[in-house]
């Protein structure tokens, strides 16, 4: 993202903010994994989203209409020797020069400056809850501000949500935000390519995860999106497996649900394929209906249409296919009525996409399916899951989990699905699958 986008962003809330107000936005807090090692660090996705701000120990300030100052970054000051240890910090000059504040201060002065701004502001927007310190800070400033009534102090009188505003505006994807979003698609469904073509019996969950991270890295893709979802046989039935650690075995199925992070944006992708390079029967019987259903599901996707339509289409879907293989008993009408097709497809068929892979935005307002817009990401990814030992079900769909997940923006004219260069037709995965099989090759 370039610097004129985030400062986009700040004018556009600085608008929607009531006058004589203040938002209060920290980063996310350094987070420790043992003893003297911590993970690795990644900004709040909100703080982030205003700023362009990467490093922690940071809050951000907007006052609209401050003659001063309307974009004051408290963070880190200029440490050589710590930064001879940990890298290099923008500090006060970095943050107004790069990073475009109009001011800044060192973070440790934060607990001086920043009681006497709220002390000028009658509105205070932040998001409680985020940050437990600050929460606790903000309320003891305020406190003592109310003391001095007496002196003619007046301060804050009103606390307003600031996630609900910011929120909305994250839903609504910009032009640079897609295109993060779209290389991160593109590279993960070439991570996707790769595990399809080193699958075989006899490896581990966890060889295959190792081949999308590196196909991800190799293409810049640092960071996943979140943990890899690497599932064969019974372990593709347990929705979020991470544990990525058992072998692999002929005449099972693999599910894998990845997705790298680009330059602060989230891909998402789940396919599910033949870990020995060919479906059976029963396996392409479900997987045939699954993407049924989400192809059904894709093309509820266009402006106008409600949040809810693509689940109920690939519901509709799923539950007579159900019904046609002898998985679900009685009419059409009556299994959706008694929501039965939930024994075999138990989530949502979709989430928001953008900074975080659950990201943010309502999916109601005021009690009805919001409407779908031009510029919104979302996931499409129904599915099938039987266990072994489902009771009144034929052994020979045992094991079988089956998911199948794509990234689908809402465009002017109807949708555009971002991760197609991932496989996953029968024919192609199993030609893709095939070609791998050659001599000379895994």
């Not at 789940?270 to 390079?277: E, H, V, Y």
């Not at 004219?413 to 099989?437: F, N, Y």
Request: proline letters at 5%; a neutral charge; hydrophobic letters at 35%.
């Amino acid at each position: 993202m370039i610097a004129s986008e985030f400062k986009r962003r700040r004018r556009q809330l600085m608008r929607m903010m009531e006058p004589n107000s203040i938002a209060i936005l920290p980063t996310a807090p350094v987070a420790r994994r043992n003893r003297d090692v911590d993970y690795a660090y990644r900004p709040d996705s909100d703080f982030y989203y205003l700023t362009g701000f990467p490093e922690p120990e940071a809050v951000a300030i907007l006052i609209p209409g401050r003659k001063q100052a309307e974009y004051i970054l408290f963070c880190r000051e200029r440490h050589p020797e710590r930064e001879q240890w940990d890298g290099a910090r923008a500090g006060q000059e970095g943050a107004v020069r790069i990073y475009g504040a109009d001011d800044s201060f060192p973070i440790g002065d934060l607990n001086e400056i920043l009681p006497r701004m709220l002390e000028q502001c009658a509105r205070v927007y932040y998001a409680m809850g985020c940050n437990p310190e600050l929460d606790k800070q903000i309320s003891e400033w305020v406190s003592q501000i109310r003391t001095q009534s007496r002196a003619g102090v007046t301060g804050p009188l009103e606390f307003i949500a600031l996630d609900h505003y910011l929120h909305d505006m994250r839903l609504y994807k910009s032009r640079s935000e897609i295109k993060a979003i779209r290389q991160a698609a593109r590279i993960s469904a070439q991570g996707h390519r790769r595990v399809m073509g080193a699958c075989r019996p006899g490896l581990h969950e966890w060889r295959l995860e190792a081949e999308f991270v590196h196909e991800c890295a190799m293409r810049g893709a640092r960071h996943q999106a979140y943990p890899p979802i690497v599932g064969g046989g019974a372990n593709a039935c347990v929705l979020h497996y991470i544990d990525n650690r058992d072998e692999l075995r002929d005449g099972e199925l693999l599910l894998i649900d990845a997705g790298c992070e680009h330059d602060y944006y989230a891909s998402d992708i789940t396919r599910t394929i033949p870990i020995s390079g060919t479906f059976s029967e029963p396996q392409r019987q479900l997987y045939e209906l699954v993407l049924k259903a989400q192809e059904a599901a894709i093309a509820k996707v266009s402006p106008g249409s409600h949040w809810d339509a693509p689940h109920q289409a690939a519901v509709r879907v799923i539950t007579r296919g159900l019904i046609e293989l002898g998985l679900l008993k009685g009419s059409l009408a009556s299994a959706l009525k008694r929501e039965s097709y939930k024994r075999f497809y138990m989530h949502r068929t979709g989430h928001w996409l953008g900074m975080d892979v659950h990201d943010v935005g309502d999916y109601k307002i005021d009690g009805a399916w919001r409407e779908l817009e031009p510029g919104m990401v979302l996931t499409i990814e129904p599915g099938i899951y039987i266990p072994a030992g489902s009771k009144g079900v034929a052994r020979k769909w045992w094991d079988i989990g089956i998911r199948i997940e794509d990234d689908v923006l809402v465009t002017k004219e109807g949708r555009e699905v971002l991760t197609t260069d991932a496989p996953k037709g029968v024919r192609e995965i199993e030609s893709l699958m095939g070609g791998a099989r050659r001599p000379g090759r895994g």
